[in-house]
């Protein structure tokens, strides 16, 4: 029992002292074994331990570094059931941003009047925030919640700190059997609780289970339109989970089945569950080509065996079968395995990836298979022909195949150009006294050069300070006093200053100067970046900018409007929508998002934000990566010829037609494959 308690003890005193950041000794304030300069042990006040804060009289500190907050209206705010902390002082309101790891303001034009409506809802004398985001145009004066995550004021509705284009006055909700509100519409609009919207009518809109819904025109499987004759689409048998059909089409999951589903399958959910997982094992051995094999692979002979793969095997007669199932892609009187990396025929060049478990044969674009070589090293994959130098599957852009060598892991070079990982270095010329040498990280020295080299191959000239140079981590280095940011030089440090601390992209000095994506941060700015919604976009309250900290040029925070669930398109009440940083004009009231990069107006669809000549009105996007319209099917905006728009549909990833299946550009005709049980 004594050596116990004495234990405890130990134990105790060791999880206080650890605890304990701030230590009062001799007239000296310690922040763990450093000084605090400056710090007044006498009114010195250790006031919320686990957030690293404390203050004198004359100053608030944080991680033992002076900060510019207020210290006579300093208060730490905490909401119920939240385990997010608030600070604020007269100037603002503060949280903690896991970004720059530091307490950054929210923007709050009133911090006296700041107080909590819930866990996740709070209010200023103007605006409301939901956890710590500032929501655009809101009125806190008017606000109504309607749910623990759902609510409104006189100008917007929102979920969560999406503001969705839904019409106030208009407003009707959907409830489902659980008394929950499923959907919010308008005269035009459905959104659902996730915060995506679709254009469909109101007033013949129906909730037909938990995932579909339709009105006249359209039917919706949770988040995805499907192509489904919506006056007919019902739910035949109410009991069977994702099961539904209309005049032409059985659905299960949003799935339309490619032939009529065997009554004895639609017992119960479980078997048609099976059933559906057979078809897509029947369609995966379609597509694999196991049932079109047309000779017996026993009797053939194996011409390379990948003893790394389970000793997956190559044989050859007149065809090329990798584990007896049949390569068709590849001829089998010009083939040739060279090694586990390269083979050839008389069509491709192939690079061979191997995995434990599997093989791949990937053919290399534009690669010469009769003037074809192996570049010859112990670091990496390099092939030439010709005319051409070739990295894995990338043509090494101007690379000489006569005078091409690989130096070592990442460096190869020509007579002209040196390359790092396949990719120009343009700003560095190749010398035969000279030899690349990693300094640390992405920093390298050549010759009497100091450089930083991306994984793309950009590259910067740093300097040539070699002894006072000194690696921070893959992005900052220190040249000197010169602080550098990806080899580019954004600041000078003071006589006395140095690097606190540095992370990822975040740099913070001993004189509170941070530094986030190369780019300086005041925090004395009471309306400095946060996270805009649930996009990649931040907003200083006013403007907006990229996550790297680009402004960007021609909107305001003010004009967004919507900032919609997880959708790519930002757009603004002056016709504009963005897309990756680019800037499209659109027609923002028959504008709707689609999965995977896809959108449209009543002018235009647009593909990541670029104009395709695809029809507007006739536009479908299906699961996957297929759409149509008037004029075809399209397979990752690729044409298919063969394919019919007007019977096309999809089945997992497998499109279909009247005529043929379709999957990953290949083609196999129905009468080729036997669904039936």
């Not at 369609?283 to 003893?307: G, R, V």
């Not at 220190?478 to 992370?503: A, D, F, P, Q």
């Amino acid at each position: 029992m004594y050596k116990f308690l004495v234990f405890s003890f130990f134990l105790l005193s060791a999880i206080n002292a650890i605890s304990q950041v701030y230590v009062v000794e001799n007239n000296l304030v310690y922040f763990h074994d450093k000084v605090i300069e400056g710090a007044d042990a006498d009114s010195f006040d250790v006031f919320y331990q686990k957030t690293n804060y404390a203050k004198d009289k004359n100053a608030v500190y944080f991680k033992g570094r002076r900060t510019t907050y207020d210290v006579n209206s300093f208060v730490i705010h905490e909401a119920k059931n939240s385990i997010r902390e608030y600070f604020s002082d007269k100037n603002d309101i503060y949280l903690y941003n896991y970004d720059v790891k530091s307490y950054l303001p929210i923007g709050s034009s009133s911090p006296n009047y700041f107080s909590f409506e819930n866990e996740n809802i709070a209010t200023d004398k103007n605006s409301i925030f939901w956890n710590g985001i500032k929501l655009p145009n809101s009125d806190s004066n008017s606000l109504e919640i309607i749910s623990k995550e759902i609510f409104r004021d006189k100008r917007h509705v929102y979920i969560k700190n999406y503001t969705l284009p839904i019409n106030i006055e208009q407003m009707r909700f959907f409830i489902d059997d659980n008394n929950r509100i499923k959907y919010i519409g308008d005269q035009t609009k459905i959104c659902s609780e996730y915060g995506a919207c679709y254009t469909m009518n109101i007033e013949a809109f129906q909730q037909l289970t938990y995932s579909y819904v339709k009105d006249t025109r359209k039917v919706l499987y949770q988040n995805r339109y499907l192509n489904a004759d919506a006056k007919t689409f019902n739910i035949p048998k109410p009991k069977m989970d994702n099961y539904a059909k209309d005049k032409n089409v059985e659905f299960y999951a949003g799935n339309a089945f490619p032939i009529q589903i065997p009554e004895k399958h639609l017992v119960n959910s479980t078997t048609l569950q099976k059933y559906y997982n057979r078809l897509k094992k029947k369609l995966n051995s379609a597509f694999t080509n196991s049932k079109t094999k047309k000779e017996n692979t026993d009797k053939l002979p194996t011409i390379y065996t990948f003893p790394n793969s389970e000793n997956t095997t190559i044989k050859k007669g007149k065809n090329v079968y990798m584990n007896d199932e049949l390569l068709s892609f590849i001829d089998a009187a010009s083939f040739v395995i060279f090694n586990n990396d390269y083979a050839k025929d008389k069509n491709h060049v192939y690079l061979i990836y191997e995995s434990s478990k599997s093989v791949s044969f990937n053919s290399i674009k534009n690669a010469d298979p009769n003037t074809f070589k192996i570049i010859e090293n112990d670091f990496d994959a390099y092939c030439s022909d010709k005319n051409s130098v070739f990295h894995h599957l990338n043509t090494i852009e101007t690379a000489d195949p006569t005078t091409f060598k690989v130096i070592n892991k990442t460096i190869s070079k020509d007579k002209n150009t040196l390359f790092f990982n396949g990719k120009k270095l343009k700003n560095i010329k190749p010398s035969h006294n000279n030899t690349f040498q990693k300094i640390d990280k992405r920093y390298y020295r050549y010759g009497n050069k100091i450089c930083y080299i991306s994984y793309d191959g950009d590259n910067t000239l740093v300097g040539d300070q070699f002894d006072q140079f000194k690696v921070l981590n893959y992005y900052y280095a220190l040249n000197n006093k010169n602080l550098i940011y990806k080899g580019k030089r954004i600041g000078i440090l003071e006589n006395n200053e140095v690097i606190s601390e540095v992370k990822g992209h975040y740099l913070i000095t001993s004189n509170n100067t941070i530094y986030y994506y190369g780019n300086k941060i005041e925090l004395e700015k009471s309306n400095w970046l946060r996270k805009l919604g649930n996009t990649s976009y931040l907003t200083d309250g006013e403007l907006i900018y990229t996550n790297t900290m680009q402004k960007l040029p021609n909107v305001k925070l003010t004009s967004l409007l919507t900032t919609i669930g997880y959708n790519e398109y930002l757009v603004f009440n002056n016709g504009t929508a963005i897309y990756n940083d680019t800037l499209i004009n659109v027609d923002i009231e028959t504008f709707e998002q689609f999965r995977l990069y896809y959108a449209k107006d009543k002018n235009h669809v647009y593909y990541r934000g670029e104009k395709t000549n695809l029809d507007s009105k006739t536009f479908f996007k299906y699961d996957g990566n297929f759409t149509s319209d008037k004029n075809g099917v399209y397979y990752y905006n690729s044409l298919i010829p063969e394919a019919d728009p007007e019977t096309f549909n999809v089945f997992y990833e497998y499109g279909f037609d009247k005529t043929n299946f379709y999957y990953r550009g290949k083609i196999i005709p129905r009468s080729a494959i036997n669904l039936r049980d």
